[in-house]
T-cell receptor
Framework: KAGVTQTPRYLIKTRGQQVTLSCSPI?????VSWYQQTPGQGLQFLFE???????NKGNFPGRFSGRQFSNSRSEMNVSTLELGDSALYLC????????????FGPGTRLTVT | AQTVTQSQPEMSVQEAETVTLSCTYD???????LFWYKQPPSRQMILVIR??????QNATENRFSVNFQKAAKSFSLKISDSQLGDAAMYFC??????????????FGTGTRLKVLA
């Protein structure tokens, strides 16, 4: 069974631009969570989607948004990029919303210049 | 609010020796899960071991075991017979239980483990 895939793997953007990251969960998994990982803050929860609905949200500004499609694939969007948005963005999928095991993708390394 | 603290930014261990990584957490919940995740230099995070709070018995997965002290809110990871492939960043994580209705994870800041040949 294929694992969680994230595209693109690397991305360089300029301040003020917007970016869309994609995550394809493991086949059959319906819950997708997003995390931001930085050296200073560690992993911080962004949001979780289940059945195309955002179920949980972390403490991030409204510039960070996401969505989930009917096939469980998820995208996250960051608008008006700031230098501080440079990070590794990780996606994790779970079978169900209440599953205690989540499987992570390799991440997208976003660099904002 | 729940918090997870890993007070050791970096640890080193000789190959074949045993190392213990520390994690403390704070919560007022009684139903929760605790996890240790490993993130090797390739970046893909993988689950090492999990512990259900309602279980008194410490979880074990091959060379990995935990020391779960619920009253002290401590959850340490012991790696026995350390191997070069164990070198990675290790994250302790907390998740509220099913009854809470919210499932987001809270991660510690990580401990970088170096394995010396």
């Amino acid at each position: 069974k294929a694992g969680v895939t994230q595209t693109p793997r690397y991305l360089i953007k300029t301040r003020g631009q917007q970016v869309t990251l994609s995550c394809s969960p493991i086949s059959g998994h319906r819950s997708v969570s997003w995390y931001q990982q930085t050296p200073g803050q560690g992993l911080q929860f962004l949001f979780e989607y289940f059945s195309e609905t955002q179920r949980n949200k972390g403490n991030f500004p409204g510039r960070f948004s996401g969505r989930q499609f009917s096939n469980s694939r998820s995208e996250m969007n960051v608008s008006t990029l700031e230098l501080g948005d440079s990070a590794l963005y990780l996606c994790a999928s779970s079978l169900r919303q209440d599953s205690y095991e989540q499987y992570f993708g390799p991440g997208t390394r976003l660099t904002v210049t | 609010a729940q918090t997870v603290t890993q007070s050791q930014p970096e640890m080193s261990v000789q190959e074949a020796e045993t190392v213990t990584l520390s994690c403390t957490y704070d919560t007022s919940e009684s139903d929760y899960y605790l996890f240790w995740y490993k993130q090797p230099p390739s970046r893909q995070m993988i689950l090492v071991i999990r512990q259900e709070a309602y279980k008194q018995q410490n979880a074990t997965e091959n060379r990995f075991s935990v020391n779960f002290q619920k009253a002290a809110k401590s959850f340490s990871l012991k790696i026995s017979d350390s191997q070069l492939g164990d070198a990675a960043m290790y994250f302790c994580a907390y998740r509220r239980g099913i009854t809470s209705g919210t499932y987001k994870y809270i991660f510690g800041t990580g401990t970088r483990l170096k394995v010396l040949a």
